[in-house]
């Protein structure tokens, strides 16, 4: 008992402290070079039939000028269709494009797809999105103001699309995640970062050797660089808080791709150099361990049961206090009484996910990882 209640005071405190940084992270237009600044717009693909057209009808759509970027699709030997259609939307449009079939290079997976497009790209400063993504009409604009002279690195805000109940939580869990991502970053401390809205330029990618070092993970492309990066440039890396740069992504319809899109992000933790990321992720599974242990124990003891249920409700407010402070920036409502319902069930998930990273075994796109 004394246990949990030391480790849900220190959960509290840590997302208050969460929620500090995060309010702390500036908002203000950096720069405005009215435009000038050339991008190179990278999309790894596979099997993404269903969804590269709307990507790339977006980014047509851009309110940038034409000319000052293009787009790289690279196809990472997709059977669905993909480059066919890719091809077909940019063959109609204005925009400068590059359109790769990665097994041409004898080589697979989204990481090496991401190294042969900064092969290719043309420009210094690179815009990393996915293929099953959507972005709005200022997207590039919104990076082009933030970059100054200093800025190596940015990273950006992703917001899950929700359409029911299930989807709902995992909207308000991943803005936790963004916002926690955030908020580490702004306190000089980064753990983690989305390759679905991911800027850098070239030549810090270069300079840190890329991926050299983790190319064969299959996940991380995205942390592992931001922590290559920072460790270069520890006053060049921040988070893009603005709204016109909110990228969305689809959540996942069943509870089998959520467990295995988890386990995929999950089983990263154990390579990570950053002694902070290490340190959180055993803090957070012991958290939930004590949590679990406590809900079970309440279940047939009273006293027990009173302790544990004044806890729950304090460590339920300040998350919904913390989580509030990042889904209002991101568009996502009704964020007090699903805080209540995560609380309860997320501590069995990362229980589940902390084991599963460890020993289990996950797929993407058709292919199996372990």
């Given at each position: 008992?004394?246990?949990?209640?030391?480790?849900?005071?220190?959960?509290?405190?840590?997302?208050?402290?969460?929620?500090y940084?995060?309010?702390?992270?500036?908002?203000?237009?950096e720069?405005?070079?009215?435009?000038?600044?050339?991008?190179?717009?990278?999309?790894?693909?596979?099997?993404?039939?269903?969804?590269?057209?709307?990507?790339?009808t977006?980014?047509?759509?851009?309110?940038?000028?034409?000319?000052?970027?293009?787009?790289?699709?690279?196809?990472?030997?997709?059977?669905?269709?993909?480059?066919?259609?890719?091809?077909?939307?940019?063959?109609?449009?204005?925009?400068?494009?590059?359109?790769?079939?990665?097994?041409?290079?004898?080589?697979?997976?989204?990481?090496?797809?991401?190294?042969?497009?900064?092969?290719?790209?043309?420009?210094?400063?690179i815009?990393?999105?996915?293929?099953?993504?959507?972005?709005?009409?200022?997207?590039?604009r919104?990076?082009?103001?933030?970059?100054?002279?200093?800025?190596?690195?940015?990273?950006?805000?992703?917001?899950?699309?929700?359409?029911?109940?299930?989807?709902?939580?995992?909207?308000?869990?991943?803005?936790?995640?963004?916002g926690?991502?955030?908020?580490?970053?702004?306190?000089?401390?980064?753990?983690?970062?989305?390759?679905?809205?991911?800027?850098?330029?070239?030549?810090?990618?270069?300079?840190?050797?890329?991926?050299?070092?983790?190319?064969?993970?299959?996940?991380?492309?995205?942390?592992?660089?931001?922590?290559?990066?920072?460790?270069?440039?520890?006053?060049?890396?921040?988070?893009?808080?603005?709204?016109?740069?909110?990228?969305?992504?689809?959540?996942?319809?069943?509870?089998?791709?959520?467990?295995?899109?988890?386990?995929?992000?999950?089983?990263?933790?154990k390579?990570?150099?950053?002694?902070?990321?290490?340190?959180?992720?055993?803090?957070?599974?012991?958290?939930?361990?004590?949590?679990?242990?406590?809900?079970?124990?309440?279940?047939?003891?009273?006293?027990?049961?009173?302790?544990?249920?004044?806890?729950?409700?304090?460590?339920?407010?300040?998350?919904?206090?913390?989580?509030?402070?990042?889904?209002?920036?991101?568009?996502?409502?009704?964020?007090?009484?699903?805080?209540?319902?995560?609380?309860?069930i997320?501590?069995?998930?990362?229980?589940?996910?902390?084991?599963?990273?460890?020993?289990?075994?996950?797929?993407?796109?058709?292919?199996?990882?372990?």
């Amino acid at each position: 008992m004394i246990i949990f209640i030391a480790f849900s005071l220190i959960y509290c405190g840590f997302l208050l402290w969460a929620r500090y940084h995060w309010c702390r992270i500036d908002t203000s237009v950096e720069a405005d070079d009215g435009g000038l600044l050339t991008f190179s717009v990278i999309i790894p693909v596979r099997n993404e039939a269903a969804n590269i057209a709307s990507i790339l009808t977006d980014l047509q759509a851009q309110e940038y000028p034409a000319d000052l970027y293009e787009v790289l699709v690279i196809d990472d030997d997709s059977d669905d269709g993909t480059l066919e259609i890719a091809a077909e939307v940019l063959q109609k449009s204005s925009m400068k494009y590059h359109l790769v079939r990665l097994k041409d290079y004898g080589v697979k997976g989204k990481k090496q797809a991401i190294s042969k497009a900064l092969e290719l790209a043309e420009n210094e400063f690179i815009l990393a999105t996915d293929g099953d993504c959507r972005v709005g009409s200022m997207w590039i604009r919104a990076y082009a103001h933030k970059y100054t002279k200093d800025i190596q690195m940015i990273t950006g805000p992703v917001r899950m699309v929700e359409h029911d109940f299930f989807t709902h939580l995992q909207s308000l869990e991943f803005a936790g995640l963004i916002g926690l991502g955030a908020a580490s970053l702004q306190s000089g401390n980064p753990g983690m970062c989305n390759g679905a809205n991911l800027s850098y330029r070239k030549s810090a990618f270069h300079e840190v050797s890329g991926y050299e070092g983790n190319q064969e993970i299959a996940s991380g492309d995205d942390e592992f660089l931001l922590q290559k990066i920072f460790r270069a440039y520890p006053n060049g890396v921040l988070f893009l808080k603005d709204k016109r740069a909110i990228v969305s992504t689809p959540a996942k319809d069943t509870l089998g791709e959520l467990i295995n899109q988890r386990k995929r992000w999950s089983s990263k933790w154990k390579f990570h150099k950053s002694y902070y990321v290490k340190l959180m992720a055993i803090a957070v599974f012991f958290n939930y361990l004590v949590f679990a242990y406590m809900l079970v124990e309440g279940l047939t003891n009273e006293a027990s049961f009173v302790i544990f249920t004044s806890f729950f409700l304090l460590r339920a407010l300040v998350l919904s206090l913390y989580i509030r402070s990042v889904a209002i920036f991101l568009g996502v409502r009704n964020v007090i009484w699903a805080s209540f319902v995560m609380e309860i069930i997320y501590p069995f998930l990362v229980l589940f996910l902390g084991i599963a990273s460890i020993f289990g075994h996950y797929s993407w796109k058709g292919r199996y990882y372990s």
